[in-house]
């Protein structure tokens, strides 16, 4: 991959963010601006859920010793920007051709076209690709409860069939990716988008969304209806100002599969809506340092999604109802 800097990161980020909403609109629509994203193949109309099921009735017995755990594993439930669900690697020898297609073909349904292709970049540039990355099954396919889980360097991906109404995607997200200036990494769009919300505030909504030092990535536990959430609620902007927060959700969401983001938007239905979240921005960590905020946050009582862009991008999501 070239490290060399894009045409995007050599003219101001400044003015660069003000093409931030063109460009988070085409995403968040479907209508790609960036031709190096065009989609190679098409996504398949069988679900993810049935080609998982394809992948387990294909391993032997001694390939589900390594990658096959109960449910109720704890490994379900971790979360971290680079571990390994299993012990062996999609490219092991392990594994055949065609059960490696199976997992690329999991991979594929579970985002969308251009969600696919910045994720095989991402993974080509952090890992040398997905060969490099894990998977689990916990449960078993055609059950009340399983799941499939990939992991690597910046990334935790599942794909439950939304067997667990509580918990969006089945659980936590990671996404991230190495490269060190973050007007070339494949998810500044998102830092562009969130931007034009705090670009938007008048003097004193910015004094409630700006914040100095932002918590830990890690720190996405649902707080639920009683929860105390940093920065802006969403119910204390203009209905121009709340437009642009439902752009920024959407095209935060935009790299996934159209019934995941539908079972995200059912769950912040069930919880309140647009107006319970909260947006804060944080001072530290300002790439370049021009007051374009690289790290920021969005949450509420069943959302959380914090976006670190320095040194490289670390984000980590969780969506659900707290039990």
């Known amino acids: 991959m ?18 931030g909403g063109a460009v988070a609109a085409g995403v968040a629509t479907g209508g790609l601006l960036n031709t190096r994203f065009v989609h190679a ?69 579970i985002t969308s076209s251009d969600g696919y292709d910045r994720l095989q970049e ?54 991230g990716h190495a490269q060190e200036y973050l007007p070339d990494s494949v998810f500044f769009y998102q830092t562009q988008q969130a931007n034009e919300v705090f670009q938007a505030l008048d003097p004193e909504q910015a004094k409630l969304a700006l914040r100095k030092k932002a918590p830990s990535e890690t720190a996405v536990q649902l707080q639920g209806e009683g929860g105390r959430f940093p920065g802006i609620g969403v119910d204390q902007l203009s209905a121009d100002q709340k437009e642009l927060v439902q752009s920024t959700l959407k095209t935060l969401l935009a790299p996934y599969r159209e019934s995941d ?7 912040l239905k069930s919880t309140g809506g647009m107006d319970q979240l909260h947006m804060a921005f944080y001072q530290e960590e300002d790439v370049d340092n021009d007051q374009v905020w690289d790290i920021w946050r969005v949450e ?17 999501i969780n969506i659900g109802v707290k039990a």
């Open 261 to 267: 983001v539908e079972e995200v938007m059912e769950i």
């Open 300 to 316: 509420g009582p069943s959302l959380v999604w914090h976006f670190r862009g320095a040194p490289h991008v670390h984000a980590y």
């Open 122 to 175: 991402q993974m080509e540039y952090d890992d040398g690709g997905m060969d490099s990355y894990s998977f689990a099954l916990f449960g078993e396919p055609g059950s009340d409860q399983f799941q499939f889980e990939m992991t690597g360097r910046h990334l935790t991906m599942r794909a439950d069939g939304n067997h667990d109404d509580k918990a969006a995607f089945g659980g936590p997200l990671v996404y």
């Open 41 to 109: 193949a098409g996504a398949s109309n069988v679900s993810a859920e049935s080609v998982v099921g394809e992948l387990y009735a294909s391993l032997t017995d001694a390939q589900k010793q390594v990658v096959c755990r109960r449910y109720d594993h704890a490994d379900r439930s971790k979360i971290n920007a680079n571990w390994h669900v299993s012990k062996v690697t999609i490219g092991d020898s392990l594994f055949s051709k065609h059960q490696r297609i199976l997992v690329d073909q999991i991979v594929r349904n």
């Open 2 to 19: 070239n490290n060399d800097r894009s045409f995007a990161s050599q003219i101001a980020r400044r003015d660069f963010v003000k093409l």
